[in-house]
């Protein structure tokens, strides 16, 4: 690679970037000092990992032990580096020599995914034991249980998603505590909540002001994670499958996902495209970070494996560029549960027998709660809902059970078995209280 980019692209970092103003993640506790192992910050693209590792960075300054001549940070993404090899990493470190007169002591490289045989460039330079490792990644191969047996404990990870609703509530300077919910306050946090249901927690979305904008940027992201993170990265020749297969989602989150109904669909729109085409590009698309797939729940994994899974966006403001919120906003709802059990690392399943209940949470191996969710229980669903929690509730041997609705709060009892109901947007927050204390 030519040595007078890098040298452009170290001296600018030195030289000439400043952090920008941050919005600090909450609940995500980072010592970069103190680190042993490599950090991978890992989650979609737009989710703030680049300004979580410049918190990091500043942490480092404000510490006043260090200086950005004790650190190091490249941007992978940068056009500059399109021919960056793995024998040019020695060469970026002696550039940074060059410039500052020693090595550095932190290395953040940022979508590190894109520097070819990233995972033994990572291991040989954590071999030496000079250099303080955080890397960031919008692939889910990046996770600690998908990275290649060279990092087993050399590695942890980080799952950086869009905001949380406590984070979009720091954001907008609204407070929360339990004692608020008895006062005024209270209708301040719902109508957030709305907003956060509709537009999602991407932070520059969140930082937005209209709709249209809105709209326009999460459009831009779709086409980036079309373009780059897709059709570039995995060499896609069937784009029209592609491109079908994602719009599709958009209609049809919160749902099972058939890869045998798909491949009919292209078939009867006079479009090929086979049912191993449809799983890979599905997979793609769960690497990228676009969805998040649930399996049906089941003991055996070979079950798991045979049935379809259901689908999830992984922001709902994505759910904006189908149908309209008002058209979709108990599956918009029921995807926002979905993606805070994600952002907390549990292991989920949905259930489905003679009737069926959205999630099944799994710790171990057994499951340890059920839950449903609608936009608000009417007698018209009423019996529906409760009875496919209550199916969940007997089959698994679970004592009680939660049903998530947009505003209702209650206690029931079905079958013999407790139903809490509960608002979504308090059960985001008391999760996060609980895990604090």
């Given at each position: 690679?030519?040595?007078?980019?890098?040298?452009?692209?170290?001296?600018?970092?030195?030289?000439?970037?400043?952090?920008?103003?941050?919005?600090?993640?909450?609940?995500?506790?980072?010592?970069?000092?103190?680190?042993?192992?490599?950090?991978?910050?890992?989650?979609?693209?737009?989710?703030?990992?680049?300004?979580?590792?410049?918190?990091?960075?500043?942490?480092?300054?404000?510490?006043?032990?260090?200086?950005?001549?004790?650190?190091?940070?490249?941007?992978?993404?940068?056009?500059?580096?399109?021919?960056?090899?793995?024998?040019?990493?020695?060469?970026?470190?002696?550039?940074?020599?060059?410039?500052?007169?020693?090595?550095?002591?932190?290395?953040?490289?940022?979508?590190?995914?894109?520097?070819?045989?990233?995972?033994?460039?990572?291991?040989?330079?954590?071999?030496?034991?000079?250099?303080?490792?955080?890397?960031?990644?919008?692939?889910?191969?990046?996770?600690?249980?998908?990275?290649?047996?060279?990092?087993?404990?050399?590695?942890?990870?980080?799952?950086?998603?869009?905001?949380?609703?406590?984070?979009?509530?720091?954001?907008?300077?609204?407070?929360?505590?339990?004692?608020?919910?008895?006062?005024?306050?209270?209708?301040?946090?719902i109508a957030a909540f709305e907003e956060?249901?509709?537009?999602?927690?991407?932070?520059?979305?969140?930082?937005?002001?209209?709709?249209?904008?809105?709209?326009?940027?999460?459009?831009?992201?779709?086409?980036?994670?079309?373009?780059?993170?897709?059709?570039?990265?995995?060499?896609?020749k069937a784009r029209y499958v592609l491109?079908?297969?994602?719009?599709?989602?958009?209609?049809?989150?919160?749902?099972?996902?058939?890869?045998?109904?798909?491949?009919?669909?292209?078939?009867?729109?006079?479009?090929?495209?086979?049912?191993?085409?449809?799983?890979?590009?599905?997979?793609?698309?769960?690497?990228?970070?676009?969805?998040?797939?649930?399996?049906?729940?089941?003991?055996?994994?070979?079950?798991?494996?045979?049935?379809?899974?259901?689908?999830?966006?992984?922001?709902?403001?994505?759910?904006?560029?189908?149908?309209?919120?008002?058209?979709?906003?108990?599956?918009?709802?029921?995807?926002?549960?979905?993606?805070?059990?994600?952002?907390?690392?549990?292991?989920?399943?949905?259930?489905?027998?003679?009737?069926?209940?959205?999630?099944?949470?799994?710790?171990?191996?057994?499951?340890?709660?059920?839950?449903?969710v609608c936009w608000e229980l009417t007698?018209?669903?009423?019996?529906?809902?409760?009875?496919?929690?209550?199916?969940?509730?007997?089959?698994?041997?679970?004592?009680?059970?939660?049903?998530?609705?947009?505003?209702?709060?209650?206690?029931?009892?079905?079958?013999?078995?407790?139903?809490?109901?509960?608002?979504?947007?308090?059960?985001?927050?008391?999760?996060?209280?609980?895990?604090?204390?």
């Amino acid at each position: 690679m030519n040595r007078d980019s890098l040298l452009a692209i170290v001296a600018e970092w030195l030289e000439e970037t400043t952090i920008p103003p941050l919005v600090a993640r909450l609940g995500l506790q980072v010592d970069p000092d103190r680190l042993k192992r490599i950090l991978a910050i890992v989650g979609p693209r737009r989710a703030g990992k680049t300004y979580f590792m410049y918190q990091l960075i500043q942490s480092l300054l404000d510490a006043g032990q260090w200086t950005k001549q004790d650190i190091l940070f490249v941007d992978f993404e940068d056009y500059r580096l399109s021919g960056f090899s793995t024998e040019d990493v020695e060469e970026l470190l002696a550039v940074f020599q060059q410039l500052t007169g020693r090595y550095p002591h932190f290395l953040f490289l940022d979508e590190v995914q894109h520097l070819p045989d990233w995972g033994q460039v990572l291991r040989t330079l954590h071999n030496r034991r000079r250099f303080k490792i955080i890397v960031s990644g919008s692939n889910s191969r990046l996770l600690g249980q998908e990275v290649a047996t060279e990092l087993r404990g050399r590695y942890e990870d980080v799952r950086m998603l869009p905001f949380s609703f406590e984070e979009y509530l720091h954001y907008r300077e609204i407070s929360y505590r339990p004692a608020l919910l008895h006062t005024p306050a209270r209708g301040k946090i719902i109508a957030a909540f709305e907003e956060y249901l509709k537009h999602g927690g991407f932070p520059e979305v969140v930082m937005l002001t209209t709709s249209s904008e809105r709209r326009r940027l999460l459009q831009s992201y779709f086409r980036t994670i079309f373009y780059r993170d897709i059709l570039d990265r995995y060499h896609i020749k069937a784009r029209y499958v592609l491109d079908a297969l994602m719009r599709e989602i958009l209609e049809a989150f919160s749902e099972t996902f058939s890869i045998s109904r798909f491949e009919k669909h292209l078939k009867n729109s006079g479009l090929p495209g086979s049912k191993r085409t449809v799983a890979n590009y599905l997979h793609y698309l769960q690497e990228a970070f676009f969805i998040i797939a649930n399996e049906k729940f089941a003991y055996s994994p070979r079950r798991r494996i045979m049935n379809p899974k259901k689908v999830f966006l992984v922001d709902t403001g994505l759910a904006a560029l189908g149908r309209p919120f008002s058209e979709n906003r108990g599956k918009v709802l029921e995807n926002l549960v979905a993606i805070e059990l994600y952002r907390r690392g549990q292991e989920i399943y949905y259930f489905k027998d003679q009737n069926e209940c959205d999630f099944i949470v799994k710790v171990g191996p057994q499951p340890t709660g059920a839950i449903q969710v609608c936009w608000e229980l009417t007698p018209r669903n009423e019996k529906r809902e409760c009875a496919g929690l209550a199916e969940a509730l007997q089959t698994l041997d679970l004592e009680t059970g939660t049903i998530l609705t947009f505003a209702q709060a209650e206690e029931r009892e079905v079958g013999g078995r407790k139903i809490r109901v509960q608002p979504v947007w308090r059960w985001l927050l008391d999760t996060h209280s609980a895990s604090k204390e």
